[in-house]
Each structure stands twice: as structure tokens, then as C-alpha cells.
């Protein structure tokens, strides 16, 4: 079996309304779904195919600190995402949307990879994402084309 896509990524966020502010303004992520589910707050962004599901979760340590205040978790507090990425296709309007915004680019700038620019950035709750833009908006590794996006 293959996998067809990814379906979604779940994260903790510190504050679900400035969360989906912040990806509504960087990406275009609407709220799809939502509501309170023992009671935390937990919303769906979609983006395109792209999905995103938060938990709103202050009593977290920021994922900088590697430290978690919540002594509940079943989950070895150690590992966590590195980054996750996100595709882009019109680099200028997200360079706008990124100086409007006033967000940071890590490591100084973009980098550039042999196939591709990628840009990392950090949302409000501190979590890092490639946002990675493919020339002619085709994904190729040591030059073989993988897939025609």
C-alpha cells in the first residue's frame, strides 16, 4: 500500500484564535471544524489539500524549551516534530505576507537546495515550518522527477 498524501498534522497550539489568525494570514488556512472536546479547544484549518488539526494547550512549554509542564502526557516529552513543511507556488506573495507580518525567517534568509528555495519560520506557539518552494513547481531529487505537482 502508498501512501496517497498527508492527511494531517496535530498540534498543541498556545492559542488557538492568534494560531489560526497567523496561518489565515501566511497561507490563506480557513477554520473548517471546531469546538471544545473535554475541555479543550480544537479547531481544522484547511489550506487547498492541506490540513492542519490544533488543540489550544497553555499550560505547554513553548517547543524551544524541550520542557512540558504537563506531568499527564503519555508521550516520551524528548521526541516532538522537528519542523513539517508546506508547499508554496508564488513566492512573491508570500515574501509580502511575510514582511506584512513581521515574521522571522530562521538561519537568515531562504536556502537554497538544488531543487528548490525553502524559507523556515516559526508559528505563534514556536512550532518551525519549511515552506519550501519546487522550480517549475516540480519535485525532483538528484534531478529525476518525482511527481509533476
Given at each position: 500500500?502508498?501512501?496517497?498524501?498527508?492527511?494531517?498534522?496535530?498540534?498543541?497550539?498556545?492559542?488557538?484564535?492568534?494560531?489560526?489568525?497567523?496561518?489565515?494570514?501566511?497561507?490563506?488556512?480557513?477554520?473548517?471544524?471546531?469546538?471544545?472536546?473535554?475541555?479543550?479547544?480544537?479547531?481544522?484549518?484547511?489550506?487547498?489539500?492541506?490540513?492542519?488539526?490544533?488543540?489550544?494547550?497553555?499550560?505547554?512549554?513553548?517547543?524551544?524549551?524541550?520542557?512540558?509542564?504537563?506531568?499527564?502526557?503519555?508521550?516520551?516529552r524528548s521526541h516532538?516534530?522537528?519542523?513539517?513543511?508546506?508547499?508554496?507556488?508564488?513566492?512573491?506573495?508570500?515574501?509580502?505576507?511575510?514582511?506584512?507580518?513581521?515574521?522571522?525567517?530562521?538561519?537568515?534568509?531562504?536556502?537554497?537546495?538544488?531543487?528548490?528555495?525553502?524559507?523556515?519560520?516559526?508559528?505563534?506557539?514556536?512550532?518551525?515550518?519549511e515552506v519550501a518552494?519546487?522550480?517549475?513547481?516540480?519535485?525532483?531529487?538528484?534531478g529525476e522527477l518525482?511527481?509533476?505537482?
Amino acid at each position: 500500500m502508498n501512501v496517497r498524501n498527508l492527511d494531517h498534522i496535530n498540534l498543541t497550539v498556545s492559542n488557538l484564535n492568534e494560531t489560526i489568525d497567523w496561518y489565515g494570514k501566511l497561507f490563506g488556512f480557513e477554520r473548517v471544524e471546531g469546538g471544545t472536546r473535554e475541555g479543550i479547544r480544537w479547531a481544522i484549518i484547511r489550506s487547498g489539500d492541506a490540513l492542519l488539526c490544533m488543540y489550544e494547550r497553555a499550560d505547554l512549554g513553548h517547543p524551544e524549551d524541550g520542557v512540558y509542564s504537563d506531568e499527564s502526557l503519555s508521550i516520551d516529552r524528548s521526541h516532538r516534530i522537528n519542523h513539517f513543511g508546506l508547499r508554496i507556488v508564488d513566492r512573491d506573495s508570500f515574501e509580502k505576507a511575510i514582511l506584512k507580518n513581521k515574521v522571522s525567517v530562521k538561519y537568515g534568509a531562504a536556502i537554497r537546495y538544488p531543487f528548490s528555495w525553502s524559507w523556515y519560520i516559526c508559528d505563534p506557539t514556536g512550532h518551525e515550518i519549511e515552506v519550501a518552494l519546487w522550480d517549475n513547481d516540480e519535485i525532483k531529487f538528484d534531478g529525476e522527477l518525482v511527481n509533476a505537482v
